[in-house]
């Protein structure tokens, strides 16, 4: 097939069963993995895509004032079970995890997504979540079957990629359970949270998009981290967790990578931590608790120090698996794998500094839907 990536792992069918297990999750101490948000949207406007893993679609959205507006042709049938999205940072591409490959599709002018064959298959790999750095170069997928992270450079022209490398990583147990990825905002480092197994460093050069591996952070068979955010200034690094000293912890980020603990980590969240989000002015950030169905929201104060905001948590859909920032920086987006509903916008308040205020919400397709990612457009 002309401009497959074949990464070698065809085995991956053999063992979807147990991958799909994995996926789907449950509310409670295990959430899905790909929790993480995406970034914001200039060149093609201020949109949202959100795949849906159990009505296999991807649903898209312009986002206007306190407004959701289906992009033409949403939700776009895929032929797939989706796991994770993400944008490039030119909105010029969508990539879409399954199981067994990577699709890509073009965003167009008018939100809406178009590629050859319902989708151009461009690496087969199975992955759980996916990230690209900040200059656009290169994709990075968290692989579901193995200790790797799968590197590709993209074509920026058509969105193809090439298979660059497998770097391995060590488990600190023998439970696996990859969440997500992220690329930091100085494109230094990688960083990965495995679940039970705790998050893994790596430095990156950006030239050759070599991935050396910087630090482990162990954790335990009954705390899941599961979600990362990192700030604009790439100082400090926020892990959502659940299970046993569950909640949002931060780490003060040294040189290289090293992670130091900052006074009073975790700080207390919800149960069931899935995803954690900064605003874009860096002075607040926000937990998806989809055991409880709702979102904590906090101030970042001196040394990244949090402080609950008032009202929080603020009431989303069923287990809220995800959440994002809009384009604009004014909107927080969140989507409920459970529904009710699938997708909530919402506004930040005008004399309340950082609190949530509910502007809107929509359904993202024909329920269930099993909304499990979003991402925004930059």
């Known amino acids: 097939m002309r401009g497959l990536v074949e990464v070698g792992r065809l085995w991956v069918w053999g063992v979807i069963a147990v991958v799909l297990s994995v996926l789907t999750g449950c509310s409670g101490f295990f959430v899905p993995p790909n929790s993480g948000g995406g970034g914001g949207g200039t060149a093609n406007g201020d949109r949202v895509y959100v795949a849906n893993s159990s009505a296999n679609t991807m649903a898209g959205f312009t986002v206007g004032t306190n407004t959701l507006t289906s992009v033409p042709s949403s939700p776009l049938t895929l032929g797939y079970s989706p796991t994770a999205v993400v944008t490039t940072p030119s909105n010029s591409f969508l990539y879409v995890a399954s199981l067994g490959a990577i699709y890509v599709y073009t965003i167009n002018s008018d939100g809406s997504l178009s590629s050859s064959s319902q989708g151009a298959a461009v690496a087969l790999v199975t992955v759980s979540a996916l990230d690209v750095s900040p200059d656009g170069q290169w994709l990075f997928g968290l692989d579901s079957l193995t200790t790797v992270v799968d590197e590709f450079q993209i074509n920026t022209s058509t969105g193809g990629l090439t298979a660059v490398a497998t770097t391995p990583y060590n488990v600190s147990n023998t439970t696996f359970a990859p969440k997500a990825i992220r690329v930091s905002p100085n494109g230094a480092l990688v960083i990965a949270a495995l679940g039970t197994?705790?998050?893994?460093?790596?430095?990156?050069?950006?030239s050759t998009g070599a991935l050396l591996n910087s630090q482990i952070l162990p954790a335990s068979a009954t705390t899941s981290d599961n979600a990362l955010a990192i700030d604009s200034n790439t100082?400090?690094?926020?892990?959502?967790?659940?299970?046993?000293?569950?909640?949002?912890?931060?780490?003060?980020?040294?040189?290289?990578?090293?992670?130091?603990?900052?006074?009073?980590?975790?700080?207390?969240?919800?149960?069931?931590?899935?995803?954690?989000?900064?605003?874009?002015?860096?002075?607040?950030?926000?937990v998806a608790n989809r055991t409880d169905n709702n979102i904590s929201g906090y101030t970042i104060g001196t040394g990244a120090a949090l402080t609950a905001l008032s009202g929080s948590p603020y009431a989303s859909g069923t287990q809220v698996t995800s959440l994002g920032i809009d384009q604009s920086g004014k909107y927080l987006l969140a989507a409920a794998f459970?529904?009710?509903?699938?997708?909530?916008?919402?506004?930040?308040?005008?004399?309340?500094?950082?609190?949530?205020?509910?502007?809107?919400?929509?359904?993202?397709?024909?329920?269930?839907?099993?909304?499990?990612?979003?991402a925004t457009t930059h």
């Open 338 to 374: 459970g529904g009710s509903p699938d997708l909530s916008l919402y506004s930040f308040d005008a004399t309340v500094p950082g609190k949530l205020n509910l502007a809107t919400s929509t359904a993202t397709g024909t329920a269930p839907t099993g909304a499990i990612a979003l």
């Open 235 to 286: 100082a400090f690094l926020y892990i959502a967790r659940s299970g046993t000293n569950g909640g949002l912890a931060v780490y003060q980020i040294g040189a290289g990578g090293a992670l130091t603990p900052i006074n009073g980590s975790p700080f207390a969240t919800g149960a069931g931590s899935a995803s954690v989000v900064l605003d874009r002015t860096g002075k607040y950030v926000y």
């Open 197 to 206: 197994s705790g998050d893994v460093v790596f430095t990156l050069n950006t």
